[in-house]
């Protein structure tokens, strides 16, 4: 499902926007960190759902770009079917970022989806805006062109959230495999959550706020579902789920706004808080990320705040688009990994069954997993919630915030030293200070599930009945 969250400059104390969010599935999710890559001529690239999607379709072959852009993203292995690994949510060298979300179509364009459609899903999609966008506004462009020319392969609607360091784009991509699409540009006074992706009113034809297809209203109207004249034309009510803005979208929005009035306006904390608080966060949140939308003076500058797992109970780390890898253990692991309860570690039947073997290597199973280790550490938390939530939230924003503190001198000396040109130096250096802290976020959530789980089962039986987490508006 997800949730992203934008805030426009106006809004910000820093002076510039933010997008933020989590991913919401049930399988594992890791950070990878992707080369630019050049792509000899005539290559292709596969995409779409495969016929064993809950939404069935077929793969297909697109052509790839002459080249790919350096981006940080989050992957994941399962949801409904889609063929992995599935790209969430990351930044690119050109500071553009995207975040993929949730976005039901209404019944009966799902009903209109055919067994086999083909082009580009939902992840295809996210992963084209990094690989290929320079600002947000060109990933709207590349999606819409993707659409026209392949088609659109769903699960029953999605949506993103595309922003750059001047405007941002909400997108929905809509069932039916009619090629309908439509996007909203979201400015610098402009806060604005999804979860699901929705888009309001728009009007009778495209300007600079609003895009879509020239089929998109006449579409609608042939089939009964649009009046003109009653009317402008809903988005929501004629090709969504017809809800609106649903409840968790509007409390945190109304938050968000009342932190806005206020003399020191959004701050960093309140960001962290947007995507934390336990209202919105839980078990169903995968990971979470913050990106500062800036263009600093070197592209290798650019920040992606990370958390492993959902961060209500886990801190968000600064990772750099100009790092040269990522720690293993916040890589693939098999922990709740799809498919790899039925693999081995092992190749003694792999001429018979290549899918015997595991997807993972070796040499990152043999290292702990982030992911997993922030998940105990939340569901420890969840069946003490006071005060072990509380303590744990409370020691992830600490962290958060000395982190933040140390910010700008480790971007100030790799600035110096790639103004020196010395980028092989700049790149060690942001290297070692993401994976430092990467590794000791992980150490610390070891430690405090340790003293957890000792206090739990001092003070009372660990929960073997029904889950037991926070109450949560959606």
């Known amino acids: 499902m997800s949730y992203g969250i934008y805030i ?54 697109i052509p790839q770009v002459q080249e790919t852009f350096r981006h940080l993203r989050v992957s994941y292995s399962h949801y ?83 922003a750059d360091p001047d405007e941002a784009w909400v997108v929905i991509e809509f069932a039916g495999a009619k090629k309908l699409w439509v996007a909203e540009r979201l400015g610098a006074d402009s806060i604005r959550a999804s979860r699901p ?27 009964g579902w649009h009046d003109p004249a009653q009317g402008p034309f809903d988005v929501n009510r004629v090709y969504g ?35 934390a608080t336990e209202n919105l966060t839980g078990d169903t949140a995968g990971y979470g990320q913050i990106v500062p939308l800036i263009h600093p003076r070197h592209d290798a500058l650019r920040v992606m705040w990370h958390a492993p797992v959902g961060p209500v109970a886990s801190p968000l780390v600064p990772v750099f688009l100009g790092m040269s890898e990522v720690p293993p253990e916040y890589g693939p692991h098999r922990y709740l990994t799809s498919g790899e309860s039925a693999r081995f570690l092992n190749t003694r039947h792999a001429a018979r069954e290549p899918d015997s073997v595991s997807h993972i290597a070796q040499g990152a199973e043999i290292t702990r997993s982030a992911f997993q280790a922030g998940k105990r550490l939340m569901h420890l938390a969840f069946q003490m919630q006071d005060p072990l939530l509380r303590e744990c939230r409370a020691q992830a924003r600490a962290r958060e915030a000395a982190l933040a503190a140390e910010l700008p001198d480790v971007l100030r000396s790799a600035e110096i030293l790639l103004d020196a040109g010395e980028a092989r130096l700049a790149a060690r250096l942001l290297t070692d200070h993401a994976a430092t802290r990467l590794l000791a976020a992980l150490a610390e959530a070891e430690a405090l599930a340790a003293a957890a789980e000792l206090r739990l089962r001092i003070q009372g039986v660990p929960n073997y009945g029904a889950p037991m987490s926070p109450a949560q508006i959606w």
């Open 8 to 61: 426009g400059r106006d809004h910000a104390a820093d002076g510039h926007a933010w997008l933020a969010g989590y991913g919401d599935e049930p399988s594992s999710h890791w950070l990878e960190l992707v080369a630019r890559q050049t792509h000899a001529p005539g290559s292709t690239i596969t995409v779409g759902v495969s016929p064993q999607s809950d939404l069935p379709g077929q793969r297909s072959e």
């Open 80 to 162: 409904l079917g889609v063929p992995t690994p599935i790209t969430n949510g990351g930044l690119n060298e050109h500071g553009v970022a995207v975040r993929d979300i949730w976005s039901p179509s209404r019944d009966e364009l799902i009903a209109m989806t055919p067994p086999d459609q083909s082009g580009p899903n939902y992840s295809d999609l996210a992963r084209f805006v990094l690989e290929r966008a320079r600002s947000a506004r060109e990933g709207v462009e590349i999606i819409a062109a993707l659409i026209a020319e392949h088609g659109y392969a769903c699960y029953g609607g999605n949506s993103h959230i595309i």
């Open 197 to 223: 992706g929705w888009i309001g009113e728009i009007p009778a034809a495209p300007n600079d706020d609003f895009l879509f297809p020239s089929h998109f209203i006449a579409f609608a109207i042939e089939q």
């Open 241 to 275: 789920d017809g809800k609106g803005r649903w409840e968790g979208v509007q409390w945190v929005e109304t938050e968000m706004r009342a932190r806005a009035a206020r003399p020191e306006k959004i701050g960093f904390a309140d960001i962290v808080w947007s995507i």
